[in-house]
Structures are given as C-alpha cells and as structure tokens.
C-alpha cells in the first residue's frame, strides 16, 4: 500500500534533503567545537585541581618549617641555660653548697636536659682525636700537638647540638696542628737525610 506522492512533493523533499547535509554538518561542527571546549575545561579544572594540592602541600610545609624554625630558636636559648649550669657545677665545688642544693640543682639541670631531648635535641659526640668535621665542629683554636694527627680535635670548648639531625649549633673545638721542630732539630733532620 504505497501511496503516489505527488512530483511537488517530491522536488520539496529533494530539496530538503539538499539542505539536510549543511545543517547535519553544522550540528558536527558544533558538537566537535563542544567538545574541544569541555576537553579544555576538564584540562583546566585538572590543573586548578593540581594546584591547589601543590598549594596545601606546601602551605603545610612551610607551617611545618615555621615551628621546627620557632622550636630551634627556643631550644637554642636552652642550650645556653644548660651552659650555664654546667659552668656552675664546674665553678662551685660540692662542699661549698649544702647537699641538697647541689642534689636540687642536678635535678633541675637533668630535667633540663631530659626536655630538650624529648624535642629531639642531641648532643654532637666529639671524641678528642677524631678528625675535625667541618659540618660539626667549629675550630676556635690551632694547637701543636704531637700526640694526635694534624687536623683532630684536640679540646673540645663548647658542646654542639643537632636538632632532628640538623646541627642547631656547631661544637667550637681547638684542633691540632703539626709541631714546628726547632731550627737545630729541622737542621739534624735535613743532615741525616741529606747522607
């Protein structure tokens, strides 16, 4: 049962047909253009994403360092304190204090200490004999010294400290320096060697 479309019928539909490809490919730029454009507004969301957790990350690094620094500096006053009464235990002979002074002030020092340490504060080992070490030691002193290779430490003049593996402040030490020989000496030497 088909129906006789009529000839105008026909040329009408013939002509929209010839309109039809213009418009559907329009509709496929359009949809392409649309989705050029939400690829760059995925792209540009991925990024502000991004960075706002690069944002957060070193925002929180930077609160992070700002108390570790404000630590450091409080810890430092400390370490001077502690000084202090080392100085003072070295200063004041036992007998000079009624025992329990000297008992209450160790006590005090030992508390001291102990708190430091719960915030990660160690003290820098410096053996004397052990090579100068220029991120820990700070030479205040040359000596002549025959007894330890040239370059060790020879006295130890003020302790050094680390906070978290970060020395907080360097242990001043005197370190050794080769023994001039007498000019009668070097001359004896330069004979022997000489034959």
């Known amino acids: 049962m088909t129906e006789e479309q009529n000839p105008e019928d026909l040329t009408s ?29 995925k792209n540009m969301a991925q990024r502000a994403q991004a960075d706002l957790v690069n944002y957060r990350r070193r925002a929180a690094q930077e609160l992070s360092d700002a108390r570790e620094n404000a630590n450091a500096q409080l810890l430092l006053k400390l370490i ?30 030992r508390s001291l200490q102990h708190q430091m340490e719960s915030e990660g504060l160690t003290r820098i080992e410096t053996a004397i004999g052990q090579p100068f070490d220029v991120h820990e030691h700070e030479a205040v002193f040359f000596e002549p010294d025959s007894d ?35 000019p009668e000496a070097r001359q004896d030497n330069d004979n022997q060697e000489a034959q």
Not at 14 to 40: C, S, T, W, Y
């Open 13 to 41: 539909l013939g002509e929209q047909m010839d309109e039809e490809p213009d418009e559907l490919n329009q509709l496929k730029a359009q949809l392409e253009e649309a989705l050029r454009e939400k690829e760059q507004y």
């Open 80 to 109: 001077t304190v502690a000084d202090d009464f080392n100085r003072a235990f070295s200063a004041i002979p036992e007998d000079a204090v009624s025992p329990g002074w000297h008992e209450g002030l160790q006590l005090v020092h």
């Open 148 to 182: 330890n290779a040239e370059g060790s430490v020879v006295r130890v003049i003020r302790d050094g400290y680390k906070l978290h593996q970060r020395v907080l402040r360097a242990a001043q030490v005197s370190v050794s320096k080769a023994v001039e020989q007498e």
